[in-house]
């Protein structure tokens, strides 16, 4: 099976810019979650997407939004581009069916974001 | 809410020498717990996760880590380290339903040297 694929894998973009991140997950898995990683905070959940539907989320500001298609792939956005924005985004895929962590994530390389 | 503390930002070990990566967390539910692995300019890759059952989890690439739920801590074990394993090591936990909602500590830097 193929692995899960970001999309692209570098951006720059410039403050006040707005990015969309993309997030193929493997053939067959429905949970998918996205992860900002920076060396300063680390690594932080940003929102967890379920058959289309947000399940979790994290403590960001609603400058960072998702969604989630049919074929479960799934798009992060971000408006509005602030210098901390710099950072690696990971996206994590799981087959997991309801609730809970037995199931296992499987992440992504990342997209590299660097906002000047 | 969860936190995790990953007590040691930077590991050096020598080769073959044994190691242990800690890791206390707390949680208001319970929770399930997890190591990952991050090599460089990679994504994560789980190492192993106790979810029930022994408090001794086993791993890949040899790993195995030990739940204490009085102590609230998961540290990570390996007997013997290869300069392979120069990595950034990550504990998280998850809650039990409702998802993922992962958590994760600060990271800890394994450094293998010859």
């Known amino acids: 099976k193929a692995g899960v694929t970001q999309t692209p894998r570098y951006l720059i973009k410039t403050r006040g810019q707005q990015v969309t991140l993309s997030c193929s997950p493997i053939s067959g898995h429905r949970s998918v979650s996205w992860y900002q990683q920076t060396p300063g905070q680390g690594l932080q959940f940003l929102f967890e997407?379920?058959?289309?539907?947000?399940?979790n989320k994290g403590n960001f500001p609603g400058r960072f939004s998702g969604r989630q298609f049919s074929n479960s792939r799934s798009e992060m956005n971000v408006s509005t581009l602030e210098l901390g924005d710099s950072a690696l985004y990971l996206c994590?895929?799981?087959?997991?069916?309801?609730?809970?962590?037995?199931?296992?994530?499987?992440f992504g390389p990342g997209t590299r974001l660097t906002v000047l | 809410a969860q936190s995790v503390t990953q007590l040691d930002s930077q590991v050096p070990v020598f080769e073959e020498a044994p190691v242990e990566l800690r890791c206390n967390y707390s949680?208001?539910?319970?929770?399930?717990l997890f190591w990952y692995v991050q090599y460089p300019n990679q994504g994560l890759q789980l190492l192993l996760k106790y979810l029930s059952g022994s408090t001794l989890v086993k791993g890949i690439n040899g790993f195995e880590a030990e739940f204490n739920k009085s102590q609230t801590s998961f540290h990570l074990r390996k007997p013997s380290v290869h300069i392979s394993d120069t990595a950034e090591y990550f504990c998280a936990v998850s809650p039990l339903t409702g998802g993922f909602k992962t958590i994760f500590g600060a990271g800890t830097r394994l450094f293998v040297k010859a």
């Open positions: 949680s208001s539910v319970s929770v399930y």
């Open positions: 994590a895929s799981s087959s997991l069916q309801a609730g809970g962590g037995t199931d296992t994530q499987y």
């Open positions: 997407y379920f058959s289309e539907t947000q399940r």
